[in-house]
């Protein structure tokens, strides 16, 4: 349900400190997506593991999917703007991921899934982003959850900006989700022309915008379409502000880094490359987990 908001006061925006450009690739079994937060990027963007952007109305590029593959170490956050995603995995359940709606996913100790298309032609775009777990929780059972658009809380501002809010708190509205170790805020900022928007982000917080339609200015410097944004750590920023001259939308995401140790390989991110061995292993046994 839409509420009427007023804006918290942010004394000092942050600023843009690099503009990345997101690298094409495909993944699953030939989805076609642009990469933006890549493996170089996980440290400046602690608690944060990857970002891929999908959008496409060739079928070709998404209809093949993501055939079981497995996760352990770490979260997925999947957001459908556009499309009919179904997931199942290793402990018989499924869900319907669509138009508007997240899927939450906690990896955790480990969990076999596959998420395919359920749809042969028409758009599907959305998001997917890892966030990273702290490592005494690594290990824990694995769970999901879908969040029906319904579900998530959204605002508009007296200028017409309309925000969702899947996870953390904007604005005085608390989203779909929380999460007490890395504290996400994950917003979808629509905003007319000549408009502007601010929400408050913790100094201490990594963060960062992707522009996904038109452009946005950030102290003046401007972020276009189908780039990312990494906002400056600046002690004396309290937040930022976005202005819009044509219409535009975005994702803000910010986060609480862990400062801990990061092991990447493929789909388990752990701590140490003996864990990673670990989980090589008990998916090799037939043994890496199942949602709880």
């Not at 209809?63 to 996760?71: E, L, N």
Request: aromatic letters at 8%.
């Amino acid at each position: 349900m839409n509420q009427a908001i007023k804006l918290s006061s942010v004394a000092q925006s942050r600023t843009i400190e690099h503009i990345v450009t997101g690298v094409a690739t495909s993944d699953g079994a030939g989805v076609k997506l642009t990469r933006v937060l890549t493996q170089n990027l996980q440290q400046r963007l602690d608690p944060f593991l990857m970002l891929d952007n999908f959008h496409s109305d060739d079928p070709d590029d998404y209809i093949a999917g993501f055939p079981d593959h497995p996760h352990r170490g770490f979260e997925t956050v999947t957001y459908m703007i556009a499309g009919r995603m179904r997931h199942r995995d290793n402990a018989g359940h499924q869900g319907l991921l669509q138009n508007g709606g997240v899927q939450w996913m906690t990896a955790g100790r480990g969990i076999i899934h596959s998420e395919m298309p359920e749809q042969e032609d028409g758009v599907m775009e959305g998001f997917q982003l890892w966030l990273n777990l702290p490592a005494r929780r690594k290990m824990i059972p694995a769970w999901y959850r879908d969040i029906a658009k319904e579900e998530i809380p959204e605002y508009v501002t007296a200028e017409g900006v309309t925000v969702r809010v899947i996870a953390g708190s904007s604005n005085g509205v608390t989203g779909a989700m929380t999460r007490e170790d890395t504290e996400p805020l994950y917003i979808d900022i629509d905003l007319p022309a000549g408009s502007t928007f601010s929400t408050r982000i913790p100094a201490a917080h990594n963060a960062f915008i992707y522009v996904y339609r038109g452009f946005v200015t950030i102290n003046g410097k401007t972020l276009g379409e189908n780039r990312m944004g990494i906002l400056a750590n600046m002690p004396q920023a309290d937040g930022v502000i976005l202005g819009a001259t044509v219409p535009a939308r975005a994702i803000l995401i910010s986060g609480k880094p862990l400062r801990e140790s990061i092991v990447q390989h493929g789909p388990f991110v752990m701590n140490t490359k003996e864990e990673i061995y670990q989980a090589i292993r008990d998916f090799q046994d037939g043994c890496l987990g199942g949602a709880a």
